[in-house]
């Protein structure tokens, strides 16, 4: 297993044509229940979630998500991890998104966020073949396996290849980006530009100037509107690193955890571990009964979680201890998300912090292609959806979510 953090260059272009179709897909996913394109079954399962969940509130959401460099549909590629089978990609992408939620037709809420995407991609390692995996049919979604999908699939027929089935998205989410593109920057100064000629002018009209003035005053707005633009630019920089101090204490954490745990488990990735946090989290939040869930060993969540009906990362996950008993290790983490609630008739915005603590097994390797929809019976070797059985529904036996991969203990409010 690697990491790339310095090698940044763009994805293939195959690579990038799945990624802007998953983002296409991603705002009809979420507020019409749509099908998402590319995805792994685990985000189609919590979109699904969420999606039922504005339903039941009676709202609809448009999530419209767009290019912030227009024309400039490129990918780039980040950091990434491998292990025997696959080998997974975080890519990033300037994109915007405008939300707005409806109630009865009436808005709600709307906002228009500077962000950048970040899409997780897994795909099979040149050369490997990981036909024995249990995989969900993309045509019609029963469990087979890798190799028998591509003989054909037992239920519906369809034949797939290796291309068909891989590469797919494993995890995304949004950061709010103080960054900014050429387009948006000249969009800004403009503004400014014009405010300053016309405060000049009102100077010159007050002051009885002459025309020369008038010429002056226009010419030397340009520089004078640049001061200020950037001036402007500075102090939201600043607040908005002053908003987000509190994420400061995280910045350690990444590198202990890391250290800490590649001892424990060798193939440990630190990005494999926060996509799959929040993914436990947010599918957690948008269940009806979370008590329900496979991997859901708490008590009962606030109830105030009901009322969440889009929840994005906040850019920060902090690890605040490590406890090993075992062959399992558990851990306690804080994680930062942006937050929308509709309570009542009202819907409103709000920074959240979760306190999560997940527990895994220490003596068998992590599987970067686990999905939750698509287990393989320890027993009797035979596949199922746990999304929806607890037992095996050919054995009855009972399965363990840490057999595979992390369980969440603990969910609550900081």
Known sequence: MGYNFFNIKEVPEAFNCKLNEFRASLGAAVGKGKNITFADNDIT????????RLSKKGLELDYDIYSRDEGKNKFIAGSNWRDAHYESTVCFNQSGIKRKV????????????????????????????PDNDPFCCPNCGAV??????????????????????????TSYYFLDSPGMTKKEFMSGYMVSYAITVIAMFILCLVLHKSIGYYIGAAIGSIFIAYILYAYFLLMKLIAGAISSAGKMGTAGSRSK??????KISPEFSY?????????????????????????????????????????????ALGCKSIREEGNFVTVETKAYFDVLYASGDKVFFKKQIFSAVLKRRTDIPVNFNFSMTKISC??????????????????????EITTDDWALVELKYI
């Open 271 to 315: 990005e494999y571990f926060t996509s799959k946090t929040l993914s436990l989290i947010k599918t957690a939040v948008f269940s009806e009964d979370e008590s329900e869930l496979l991997f859901y060993e708490g008590a009962k969540l606030d109830p105030k979680m009901k009322d969440i009906i889009d929840l994005n990362y906040g850019g």
């Open 144 to 169: 087979s396996t890798v190799a028998g999908l591509q003989n054909g699939c037992p239920h519906c027929g369809t034949r797939f290849q290796i291309d068909d089935l891989f590469p797919k998205v």
């Open 102 to 129: 409806t109630k009865g037709g009436k808005t709600k809420y709307k906002d228009d966020h500077k962000s950048v995407l970040y899409e997780t991609i897994t795909d099979v390692v040149t050369g490997s073949h």
């Open 257 to 262: 955890f890391e250290k800490r745990m590649k």
């Open 45 to 52: 399962y919590t979109l699904k979630l969420q999606h039922d």
């Open 378 to 399: 320890p027993s009797c070797g035979a596949s199922f959806d746990a999304t929806k059985n607890r037992n095996c529904p050919y054995c009855g036996s009972k399965y």
